[in-house]
Nanobody, 125 residues
């Protein structure tokens, strides 16, 4: 099992920045990739970013490309999401996810095996 704990959410004005962190524990040696998703009230869960644990390849949807950056610290078993130029439409609960089977599609939530509890990000206009 892998446990994921997110932190770093909060309230920020439009145009501001936040950095989310996700610390993994447990069978971290099994992690193949990690990702961030978000879910706003009344909407489906949306892919935000993903990273391969080995090699560091990153993936983003067009909605956040150029504004958000995902990175990882293998020694700390932690993945980060740096969010810049935030917009009110970025308001959502942000979830960290991990995949441990190697059969993973970055943007598809059901291909991830483990999930954190989520952290709220609110962007005011």
């Amino acid at each position: 099992q892998v446990q994921l704990v997110e932190s770093g959410g909060g309230l920020v004005q439009a145009g501001g920045s936040l950095r989310l962190s996700c610390a993994a524990s447990g069978r971290t040696f099994s992690i193949y990739a990690m990702g961030w998703f978000r879910q706003a009230p009344g909407k489906d869960r949306e892919f935000v970013a993903a990273i391969r644990w080995s090699g560091g390849s990153t993936y983003y949807p067009d909605s956040v490309k150029g504004r958000f950056t995902i990175s990882r610290d293998n020694a700390k078993n932690t993945v980060y999401l740096q969010m810049n130029s935030l917009k009110p439409e970025d308001t959502a609960v942000y979830y960290c996810a991990a995949e441990a089977g190697g059969r993973w599609t970055p943007s598809v939530a059901v291909t991830y095996d483990y999930w954190g509890q989520g952290t709220q990000v609110t962007v005011s206009s």
